[in-house]
């Protein structure tokens, strides 16, 4: 099939609003304070790199290992929960020994923030509804974005000051926390029924 422009748009909207990496903004500005710098090219490229792999792979991983798409969101909200209540109660719950920029740039930057259990899960929705290549091109362009976002991440910092992003930051934590709640439910629903 030939690549269509609107499958495109479309298919990197969807990805655009779920990996949300302007409302990880505050996060990934917490991280950066936490383990010093990021490398905005490596989570990006690891992040693109686990997006296109779990589109080829994902279902069949899953099923071999004995889990199915929901019990993988499920495990992945807890995560997403854990994360937001950190935003919103200002504590830390994730503690590393090695404050690795390296580490930090993969988790839990390039997996569970960027290519998380949502993305992951809604990229095997959209292998049923679109064409491969235009999800794969839809794909790379959010990759771009996350780059672009993740480099100029302390130019935003110092444009939106200390205050804004403590309140940016709780607003953002509840925000995941519902989507860590939804994902937990509509997901649990699917496990139990």
């Known amino acids: 099939m030939a690549i269509n422009f609107k499958e495109i748009f479309t298919v990197f ?12 903004i505050p996060i990934i500005i917490d991280l950066r304070k936490k383990v010093g710098h990021i490398q905005s090219e490596k989570a990006a490229i690891i992040a693109g790199v686990i997006l296109i792999a ?49 580490t930090a740039s993969v988790f839990p930057l390039a997996f569970p923030l960027i290519a998380g259990p949502g993305s992951l899960t809604t990229l095997l929705a ?37 205050n804004g992003i403590s309140i940016i930051r709780k607003v953002f934590g509840v925000i995941l926390l519902a989507i860590a709640v939804k994902l937990f439910t509509d997901n649990i629903k699917i496990l139990l029924a």
């Open 54 to 102: 779990f589109l080829f792979l994902g279902k069949s991983i899953l099923n071999l290992i004995g889990i199915n798409v929901s019990s993988f969101a499920v495990a992945g909200s807890f995560i997403l929960f854990f994360i937001a209540l950190e935003m919103i109660l200002g504590i830390t719950l994730y503690k590393e020994e090695d404050t690795n920029p390296i």
């Open 126 to 162: 959209l292998r049923a509804e679109y064409d491969i290549k235009n999800i794969i091109i839809a794909v790379i362009l959010n990759v771009i974005v996350i780059y672009i976002v993740l480099k100029t991440s302390r130019r935003i910092e110092r444009f939106i000051g200390q």
């Open 13 to 24: 909207m969807v990805l655009f609003a779920v990996i949300d990496i302007v409302g990880n």
